[in-house]
């Protein structure tokens, strides 16, 4: 029978410490929300970072299209980042629900982002692809059109040689 007192007594007194240290089963359940929370937040800062990464890779490709098109390259940079939302105040349950839903809001505006920006770089490769071709269509044109012209011109000089010579042969038999 002691034992048992001694059970129930020590699990009391454990019950009392726990409460004094705040160690209460909504503590455990808002600590767990909260680290979730902050692990999807990084989620959504590092989602940031690569939107910005892409954004970046579409400008370079816009200056790439300019230079092999022969065009100053004219960039307009806009912000891609999604804002990250943020707790305010105390953390309970309800606020970090609450953070919870607008992260979430804020993953589904960011995948938005993505698949627009993913689009733009796939046009931008296609028309670097593109103006790269043409670039190259008019360097080959423009190499025959130097080739035929040095081969006029050598046909021209080849001409004047004979007709001089023909000259000089013609004078040759008067004299």
């Known amino acids: 029978m002691k034992s048992k007192q001694w059970i129930v007594a020590v699990l009391a007194a454990l019950v009392v410490v726990s409460g004094m240290l705040g160690c209460t089963k ?6 767990a ?14 989602s940031n970072e690569a939107l910005t990464e892409i954004a970046g890779e579409i400008e370079d490709c816009q200056a790439e299209v300019a230079k092999a098109k022969g065009e100053p390259a004219v960039i307009k940079s806009k912000d891609v980042t ?3 939302p943020e707790l305010v105040g105390e953390a309970t349950i309800e606020s970090l629900e609450a953070l919870k839903a607008a992260i979430a809001e804020t993953a589904k505006k960011q995948a938005t982002a993505l698949s627009e920006l993913t689009a733009a770089k796939e046009a931008c490769d296609a028309d670097l692809a593109e103006a790269e071709a043409a670039a190259e269509a008019a360097q080959a044109e423009a190499d025959a059109a130097a080739e035929a012209e040095a081969a006029a011109a050598a046909e021209a000089e080849a001409a004047a040689k004979a007709a001089a010579a ?8 008067r004299a």
């Not at 909504?26 to 600590?31: F, G, H, L, S, W």
């Not at 929300?33 to 590092?46: P, R, S, V, Y």
Request: net charge positive; hydrophobic share 40%; proline share 0%.
């Open 166 to 173: 023909k000259r000089k042969a013609a004078a040759a038999r």
């Open 33 to 46: 929300l909260q680290e979730l929370t902050n692990q999807q937040l990084e989620a959504a800062k590092a």
């Open 82 to 84: 999604v804002e990250t």
């Open 26 to 31: 909504d503590d455990t359940a808002v600590k």
